[in-house]
């Protein structure tokens, strides 16, 4: 076991960075287009296997695009990517990819192609032994986490949510007779390339849209205040909340507008690229893993139900992080103490929220009092928690939290 080190600290910041090794990232209207072939053959890629959900691959062209910017690269399309990433579905993806013979792995979709993706990676250099390659964390900051060193065939993301993952190394899988969803870390999983293609986005329906802009949120305001913060990642986050701030509703109230979503991909690139990833997260995000490992719910709507709850708990030793946070939402805190204004940044959560019609209660996504406990136990069990401002007294204090947001 080793020890994470994440603390505050007097007088002036220190700490080390260490970015995720994603090759490069392609964005703007028509990136995807212009540039997909001559990446694929940088990366000596022969026969690619596009990786996505049902719904992209009959209800929208995008997989018919893609697989014509690929030519005689594509392999073949496995489109069995499920919400919250099931053992099941990677496994049916592996045996597809050994069939085609697949060198390489290429996402279309949100975080559930990629993450699904990324497990067929892994699983076809690794194994399946669920148990040799998961992390073991011990609250506060003890955690083991394997070495998983064969080589992995490339991964390229194709984005058309706001989700974030596909800028992160590490590979989020719902084991579905534990009922939990876990984080594999692995450094050769990460993105080769992403495409950031507003173009690809403007089929994404309005709720999945909707709930991976709060995701893309939350990833900025649980790593802005992250233990592991630095000046950086704050400045990135807070550039990140402001752009959601400012394109999130307007991009659902006028949904064929291109630039708009082009800058939330960017907001979501520096929330996780140059947040999150680096600094981790917080008890928001394991409550959030749990609620889709157990109930299946998207991690977006999760967010939408757990943030403003996780902002009041941390706001007893955050509230200088989130005063800022309202500050980049358009809060006037002129005449408010940090307390105040760290109020108020929850408060503005709750309204953009409810103005996108996301559900706010834990209750509205199916969850019954009896699911608190095991939820509360399970999220306390998350490496997510060791960057976390406060100080988190066992799993009961997560229970309040789940009480507050049931």
């Known amino acids: 076991m080793a020890e994470i080190v994440a603390s505050k600290q007097a007088g002036a910041p220190r700490g080390t960075y260490s970015p995720v090794p994603i090759g490069r990232f392609y964005f703007g209207a028509g990136a995807l287009r212009e540039n997909l072939a001559n990446e694929a053959d940088r990366l000596g890629i022969k026969r690619a296997m596009i990786v996505t959900g049902k719904t992209l691959s009959t209800k929208t062209d995008l997989v018919d695009q893609l697989k014509e910017a690929l030519g005689v690269r594509c392999a073949g399309v496995f489109s069995g990517a499920l919400q919250n990433t099931p053992t099941a579905s990677i496994m049916a993806g592996v045996a597809l990819a050994r069939d085609l013979r697949a060198d390489a792995v290429i996402s279309l979709g949100g975080s559930s192609p990629v993450d699904v993706a990324k497990g067929i990676a892994l699983v076809l250099a690794e194994g399946n032994d669920w148990e040799r390659m998961r992390p073991r964390f011990v609250y506060p900051n003890t955690i083991e986490i394997p070495k998983l060193e064969k080589p992995k065939i490339p991964f390229i993301a194709i984005t058309t949510t706001l989700s974030g993952s596909e800028f992160t190394h590490v590979v989020g899988i719902t084991h579905e007779d534990e009922r939990r969803k876990l984080q594999y870390p692995d450094p050769q999983v990460a993105a080769k390339a992403v495409f950031l293609d507003p173009l690809m986005t403007l089929a994404t329906p309005h709720d999945l849209w909707a709930n991976t802009g709060v995701k893309c949120l939350y990833h900025a305001i649980e790593s802005n205040y992250s233990l592991l913060a630095s000046p950086p990642t704050q400045t990135s986050c807070l550039k990140a909340i402001s752009l959601v701030n400012e394109h999130l509703v307007h991009s659902l109230e006028h949904p064929d507008e291109v630039d708009p979503r082009g800058y939330l991909q960017i907001a979501s690139w520096t929330a996780v690229f140059f947040g999150s990833i680096n600094t981790w997260v917080g008890v928001g995000h394991a409550i959030d893993h749990m609620l ?89 069990a998350d490496f997510s928690l060791f960057a976390n401002p406060r100080h988190i007294n066992g799993h009961e204090e997560v229970l309040e939290i789940l009480e507050k947001m049931y």
């Open 292 to 380: 889709g490992g157990r109930l299946n719910v998207q991690h977006g709507v999760a967010a939408a139900i757990s943030m403003p709850c996780v902002m009041d708990f941390n706001r007893k030793t955050a509230a200088p992080q989130l005063a800022a946070v309202a500050r980049a939402m358009g809060v006037d805190t002129a005449n408010m103490s940090d307390d105040e204004a760290a109020a108020a940044a929850s408060n503005a959560v709750r309204a953009l929220v409810k103005r996108v019609g996301l559900p706010s209660r834990l209750r509205d996504v199916g969850a019954t009092v009896d699911d608190l406990e095991p939820l509360a136990r399970d999220s306390f």
